[in-house]
């Protein structure tokens, strides 16, 4: 019923930026707060950012404050990532999630993830 799909990832240098989108299907993309994650081979799902339903107040990972901005458009039922001055530890496969209920850093809360688009950091 719900989908999530991801999209702009790739391969880029260290230091430049690229934005991920993530598409939600349905009605209800406006009720659900809305998160990104990443998890890199061999290691734990990590929490990235997150963004309230309406889009008022986010949340970051330490390791992306000043670096990476979470946003999205109600009105295009689509959250973006936009990830600045990246490193080759951002190197991960990213994911969206979303729950109507919960607001948080816990992947364990989110009910709705998307398949996840692969970035890639040069050095």
């Known amino acids: 019923q719900v989908q999530l799909v991801e999209s702009g990832g790739g391969l880029v240098q260290a230091g430049g930026s690229l934005r991920l989108s993530c598409a939600a299907s349905?009605?209800?993309?406006?009720?659900?707060?809305m998160g990104w994650f990443r998890q890199a081979p061999g290691k734990e799902r990590d929490f990235v950012a997150a963004v309230t339903n309406s889009g008022g107040s986010t949340i970051y990972a330490d390791s992306v404050k000043g670096r990476f901005t979470i946003s999205r458009d109600n009105a295009k039922n689509t959250v973006y990532l936009q990830m600045n001055s990246l490193k080759p530890e951002d190197t991960a496969v990213y994911y969206c999630?979303?729950?109507?209920?919960?607001?948080?850093?816990?992947?364990?809360?989110?009910?709705?993830w998307g398949q996840g688009t692969q970035v890639t950091v040069s050095s």
């Open positions: 999630a979303g729950s109507q209920f919960y607001f948080g850093r816990s992947y364990q809360s989110y009910p709705v």
């Open positions: 349905g009605r209800t993309f406006g009720t659900r707060n």
